[in-house]
């Protein structure tokens, strides 16, 4: 792995731990709603882009990362939902959208370079 591919990881890695964290406090009702859905989508994300840097063909990878980068647009809405229902504090949200972002941004960047050395 690339250093960028690295920091990318270790900023998925951190984020899973917070999702898994903080849902330990999520009221009971919510167990197999949003706490179940937030997890696999934020785990998705990761185990994905993990798949998918394994492959070998350019188009599988390709799959593989734009399916990451969905699961983080939905664990992104539930970062939302969660900071709407007082789930999780202002002060998590803040940080917390912050990563949602920078993981966003960097996994976009590697699916933008991938498809463009496909397209040559």
Known sequence: ???FQDK???KMDEYVHFVYDVTKEFPKE??????SQWRRTTLSIILNYLEGYTRRKSLVQLNFL???YGSLKESKYLLHFSSQKDYITKKDYDREIKLVEEIGAMLWTEISALAK????
């Open 1 to 3: 792995m690339s250093k």
């Open 8 to 10: 990318l990881k270790k």
């Open 30 to 35: 919510e167990l197999y709603g949003s706490v």
């Open 66 to 68: 734009e399916i990451a």
């Open 117 to 120: 050395s496909i397209k040559k």
